[in-house]
């Protein structure tokens, strides 16, 4: 079955860039759509963004100037990085493989599996 | 962006009660909503997708229904593994999570 685990820096100063991975097992990346979420401590879900296999990407439109997703096929495995941190990014940072109906475009999809999750803080 | 409302926020139960919860959107979203349980220091797991499609492994007592606007999950019988915090999620237009319901012990 397939796997995924983040990884990454758990400290990250403000204004510089997180950058976390996300390594996939069990399953070729070479499909599906592979999206990263994250949480503040204490609070709710927000979602960051995809990327297709193909390489297209949709992202939060309220982050959306910050991110940017990426895949290595190679690897099999995909990456976040967001740019000019602030303390209100301080979240715990979750990958997860992005079901959909069809594939191509945008469609309406459903998240399974998850990773883990890591916790990044955005302090000096 | 649509907006998505859990109703209520918290709830407490016993063990076997039945428990419903509720998740609005604010504006249509077809079938296209999700549920997913999570419980402290783990990662969500889905249980419904598409409004009321069981994911496999997920037991039966859970059900999803509703269109459109409005959207129940249903625990038909409470047991002590499902206390938890449950969320849900629209994928119509671009994604977004609904604030989550926290069920407690009563």
């Known amino acids: 079955q397939v796997q995924l685990q983040e990884s990454g820096p758990g400290l990250v100063k403000p204004s510089e860039t997180l950058s976390l991975t996300c390594t996939v097992s069990g399953g070729s990346i070479s499909s599906y759509y592979w999206s990263w979420i994250r949480q503040p401590p204490g609070k709710g879900l927000e979602w960051i963004g995809y990327?297709?296999?193909?390489?297209?990407?949709n992202y939060n439109p309220s982050l959306k100037s910050r991110i940017t997703i990426s895949l290595d096929t190679s690897k099999n495995q995909f990456s976040l990085k967001l740019s000019s941190v602030t303390a209100a990014d301080t979240a715990v940072y979750y990958c997860?493989?992005?079901?959909?109906?069809?594939?191509?475009?945008?469609?309406?999809?459903?998240?399974?599996?998850w990773g883990q999750g890591t916790l990044v803080t955005v302090s000096s | 962006d649509i907006q998505m409302t859990q109703s209520p926020s918290s709830l407490s139960a016993s063990v076997g009660d039945r428990v419903t919860i509720t998740c609005r959107a604010s504006q249509s979203i077809s079938s296209y909503l999700n549920w997913y349980q999570q419980k402290p220091g783990k990662a969500p797991k889905l249980l419904i997708y598409?409004?009321?499609t069981l994911q496999s492994g997920v037991p039966s007592r859970f059900s999803g229904s509703g269109s459109g606007t409005d959207f129940t999950l249903t625990i038909s019988s409470l047991q002590p593994e499902d206390f938890a915090t449950y969320y849900c999620q629209q994928s119509y237009i671009t994604e977004a999570f609904g604030g989550g319901t926290k069920v407690e012990i009563k």
């Open positions: 598409v409004a009321s």
């Open positions: 997860a493989r992005r079901k959909a109906e069809w594939y191509g475009g945008d469609p309406p999809g459903w998240f399974d599996p």
């Open positions: 990327i297709y296999s193909r390489g297209s990407t």
